[in-house]
């Protein structure tokens, strides 16, 4: 027979580097979830990404244990990182910050490819495009698929 599920919690830490201090902490201790134990076995699983900030769905149930599920990065920090910026541009219509290149961008798409609401890498690529564009990045050329770049509006 399948558990009962409590509840469920969504949470964003750095790869290898949960700890019971907060937002860790509060999030699973308001659910009665062992917090330590979490930890471990998120920092176990982790460990080949650290210090990337790494999305995760704990799935909680009645009898207080866990299950969770890691999800890739964010988007937005995988597209700071290639373009090895500290922040986004805070005026993203008028000052561009950096450029990224569609081979860049198909990189983080197939990367992003299980988590995204997406069945074909254009279509990936164009929700990454739009994601760097709206953080005042410049996405250089032609797209593979032709047509106007994603960048030009």
Request: glycine content about 8%; charged content about 25%.
């Amino acid at each position: 027979m399948a558990k009962e599920v409590d509840g469920f919690i969504k949470l964003q830490v750095r790869g290898g580097q949960a700890n019971p201090a907060p937002p860790v902490g509060p999030a699973l201790g308001a659910k009665g979830v062992n917090i330590m134990e979490f930890c471990k076995r998120f920092n176990a699983k982790t460990q080949e990404t650290p210090g990337k900030l790494i999305p995760v769905v704990i799935t909680v149930y009645k009898d207080k244990s866990f299950d969770f599920i890691v999800k890739t990065p964010p988007a937005s920090s995988q597209i700071m990182e290639m373009a090895k910026l500290k922040k986004a541009s805070s005026v993203p219509n008028r000052d561009k910050v950096a450029h990224l290149s569609w081979d860049q961008v198909k990189q983080i798409a197939e990367a992003k490819m299980p988590d995204l609401n997406a069945f074909k890498i254009e279509s990936a690529m164009r929700m990454i495009a739009g994601t760097a564009r709206s953080m005042g990045i410049v996405v250089d050329g032609t797209p593979p698929w032709g047509g106007d770049s994603a960048s030009d509006n």
